[in-house]
């Protein structure tokens, strides 16, 4: 039976950085899109899943009220160490419940001032080391995501402002990575600043690309 750390390939002393990129390469490859299939992507991300459970704990408090935004604009924004990037969220189902566009001017403003729960609108500080997906989780807030590995687009967002490659080996076509979308789990903003949409998966283009989780799931329930 093999091991985690022979599916994806690596020595059993190999370090988190080394994990992650060798998780990349092979999730790709083991895409059902790039020539694999959906067991053997379970069982790449199965694998990458079990050697990072270390640090994939986190504890999300059910009981506690989120915060609004109109309570997170009260607060002083958090200040950026010279490693961090400050990262404006809004969530594209807000968007599509209130008819706003994503050329809105002032979206993350508009956002705000709608006084939602803090987990559909905020801000987050992403370290160096991150991705934007990592810091989103970091910060307990419920990101979409299906295989970690640049593969799926679900954890896809859209760069409203800042800079944030496109990442290695993203499977995102041209004519969206030039309208500003990125995969979260393949890098961060590299900006000081940067505002983001999350959650964009369901937009024209993306659908089409998108593995739904269900399809997974299903895949699971099946071994
Ligand atoms: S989680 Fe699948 S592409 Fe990012």
Redesign the pocket.
């Known amino acids: 039976m093999p091991t985690p750390f022979d599916v994806l390939e690596l020595d059993p002393d190999a370090g988190p950085a080394a994990v992650e990129a060798a998780y990349r390469d092979r999730?790709k490859e083991a895409h059902p899109d790039h020539g694999g299939s959906v067991r053997e992507f379970l069982v790449v991300r199965d694998a990458y899943e079990r050697i990072a459970e270390g640090y994939d704990a986190l504890d999300h408090d059910a009981d506690s009220e989120p915060e609004t935004t109109a309570e997170a604009a009260d607060r002083e924004p958090p200040t950026p160490d010279p490693d961090q990037r400050l990262v404006r969220y809004v969530d594209y189902e807000l968007l599509q419940e209130r008819g706003w566009e994503l050329t809105d001017p002032d979206l993350f403003e508009k956002a705000q001032a709608a006084d939602v729960d803090g987990d559909r609108c905020g801000r987050c500080l992403v370290e160096d080391a991150q991705t934007l997906?990592e810091a989103a989780e970091a910060d307990e807030m419920v990101w979409?995501?299906?295989?970690?590995?640049?593969?799926?687009?679900?954890?896809?967002v859209a760069v409203l402002d800042g800079e944030m490659p496109t990442g290695a080996g993203?499977?995102l076509p041209r004519s969206m990575t030039d309208r500003g979308i990125r995969?979260?789990?393949?890098g961060a903003p590299v900006s000081d600043e940067a505002t983001v949409v999350f959650n964009v998966k369901h937009l024209p283009g993306l659908d089409d690309l998108r593995?739904p989780i269900s399809r997974f799931e299903q895949a699971e329930l099946d071994d």
């Open positions: 999730v997906l979409p995501y299906a295989c970690r590995g640049g593969a799926c687009t679900n954890c896809a993203s499977i995969l979260s789990c393949m593995l």
